[in-house]
């Protein structure tokens, strides 16, 4: 009866069972525990009849578990072993389908900039940083004349900072007081502090000399003119929209106007026969041909003082400007950067006085202007964007964020331009020490028999130099820039870079000289120039 019993159960719980080495052992335990469960169930009761056979069934897992063999593993497989031991990157490298080569993609954006390549002008930038001229240290080096950068008036700055840096910074642009770090190291309005835009428009009035007022709610402060100009191509003109730009006209503008922009420019090209001066036939001329181009002009990009040739637009042209702008529905952006480094006898009169004088429609005229020049501080990257226009200067506003100025170096200036006795002192030795090296590099050229245009502002002279190319074109005058840069070693900017429909024609920036350098830079330009008139 027993076992009868056993063969039933085994029976009722085959087919729920795995098979294995396991389930057999299951199995075996069960027939040796069920007849037990059954004895003493019928004489010991039932605590007994529980107890027993539970505790002998898992006492015989035990024994089955100690005494059992071990399977033996299979043999390690070659293939695998192999691909364990190579390295993490070789075996993705084996494991990916896709592979590796296909070069990352950057933006067409991006190609188009890196495929532009350099001018002569950047050019002649990247080799004087590779070898500078030093007097003492290096001076077989590239003079520096490519670059309008005012070094002569470093000295009075660096004065300045030595005596009022620390406490300037520290006190968060006040002349005195406690230390403030929340000024310096907090969040600030991304367009720039009220204080500094009221320092500023004091600046710019006195720099130029005139009795017109700028008023600081009409400001945008950003980090330097380029982004100036570049926020405003942005607010005035769409992808593929264009400005006319008077040539010969600065090289980044080629840059600044057009890279991220997308805005196209269209030159208006400006004769010696007229001293470069700007002609409202040819503007008009090239307002139309854009038309015909289908391109919608949105404005025109004037410098005053101009650059590269350093003279000053009058105000009768400055009024036939704005009225040229109204005529034809577009705007005109005034680069006046070099406003406060006039050096001539010559009235520089600023775009905003003539819009002020009468009633004009305001809200198409804007002005940059920026620290670098007139107070000598391009690293510190100060631009201005002056305009009437509402929605100009809400774009500007939310635009400055990305490019801000940082607010030490905020706090630092407001108390420089807020030292009344200082900027008095500053502007006008400024002035003075431009005006004489202007003469004085000017007359070492002409006694070389290179002429320059009359220029009343600006770093720079326009030189005249068609007599030194061997053939009346961009061909020879990028041959005698190359003699110059690599023979002479003078980095100055041909006009080609400037658009100059002339050949022949140089820029020479001569405040980074000092005047014991003017005879060496004569003398290296005297040793070229022997050899191109030479048969």
């Known amino acids: 009866m027993t076992w009868t019993r056993s063969s039933e159960s085994d029976k009722d719980s085959g087919p729920t069972t795995t098979t294995g080495g396991g389930a057999a052992r299951g199995r075996t335990e069960m027939r040796v525990i069920v007849p037990l469960q059954g004895v003493v169930q019928g004489s010991g009761g039932l605590v007994l009849g529980s107890v027993i056979p539970c505790a002998l069934f898992y006492l015989l897992q035990l024994y089955f578990k100690r005494h059992r063999s071990e399977p033996t593993p299979p043999p390690p497989s070659p293939k695998l072993t192999e691909v364990s031991e190579l390295h993490r990157s070789l075996s993705r490298a084996h494991l990916s389908g896709r592979g590796s080569s296909a070069p990352a993609c950057v933006s067409a954006r991006a190609n188009s900039i890196v495929k532009s390549g350099d001018s002569p002008y950047h050019v002649g930038l990247k080799r004087v940083s590779e070898d500078p001229y030093d007097e003492l240290s290096n001076p077989d080096g590239v003079i520096q004349l490519g670059l309008a950068e005012n070094k002569f008036s470093l000295d009075l700055a660096r004065d300045w900072f030595t005596e009022n840096a620390k406490d300037s910074i520290l006190s968060g642009g006040g002349s005195s007081g406690p230390l403030s770090m929340g000024r310096i190291a907090n969040y600030q309005p991304s367009d720039g502090l009220v204080e500094l835009k009221v320092a500023v428009a004091g600046f710019m009035s006195q720099a130029i000399e005139r009795s017109i007022s700028f008023n600081p709610s009409q400001m945008v402060l950003v980090a330097g003119a380029t982004p100036a100009i570049e926020i405003l191509s942005f607010c005035l003109a769409d992808t593929g929209n264009a400005f006319l730009v008077p040539t010969p006209y600065y090289p980044s503008f080629d840059r600044d106007l057009k890279w991220r922009t997308g805005v196209e420019i269209i030159p208006v090209p400006c004769r010696s026969a007229d001293n470069f001066n700007i002609s409202l036939s040819a503007l008009d001329l090239a307002f139309d041909h854009g038309k015909k181009r289908g391109l919608k002009v949105r404005g025109i990009v004037i410098s005053n003082p101009s650059n590269p040739v350093g003279n000053l637009l009058s105000r009768e042209m400055l009024y036939s400007l704005v009225d040229f702008a109204r005529e034809k529905n577009i705007h005109i952006i005034s680069n006046e950067i070099f406003a406060g480094s006039t050096h001539g006898s010559e009235e520089f009169v600023t775009l905003a006085e003539i819009i002020d004088s009468e009633d004009l429609n305001r809200d198409r005229v804007h002005i940059v202007y920026g620290l670098s020049k007139d107070l000598c501080l391009p690293g510190f990257k100060v631009g201005v964007i002056y305009s009437s226009n509402e929605n100009v200067l809400a774009a500007s506003k939310k635009l400055s964020r990305f490019s801000s100025i940082s607010a ?26 431009l005006r004489r090296m202007y003469i004085t590099f000017v007359a070492g050229l002409k006694q070389l028999g290179i002429e320059c245009i009359q220029s009343s502002g600006g770093f720079y002279c326009w030189a005249d130099m068609r007599g030194l190319i ?15 840069l690599n023979i002479a070693k003078i980095n100055v900017t041909p006009g080609s870079s400037c658009h100059c429909i002339e050949p022949g024609w140089f820029r020479c920036c001569f405040t980074t000289l000092t005047e014991n350098d003017i005879p060496v830079v004569m003398e290296r330009i005297r040793k070229v120039s022997e050899t191109c008139k030479s048969p």
């Open 408 to 433: 030490p170096t905020q706090c630092l200036i407001i108390s420089m331009l807020s030292d009344i006795r200082f900027m008095q002192k500053f502007i006008q030795t400024n002035r003075e020490r």
């Open 470 to 484: 061997r053939s009346y074109s961009e061909k020879g005058e990028l041959e005698l820039w190359n003699k110059l």
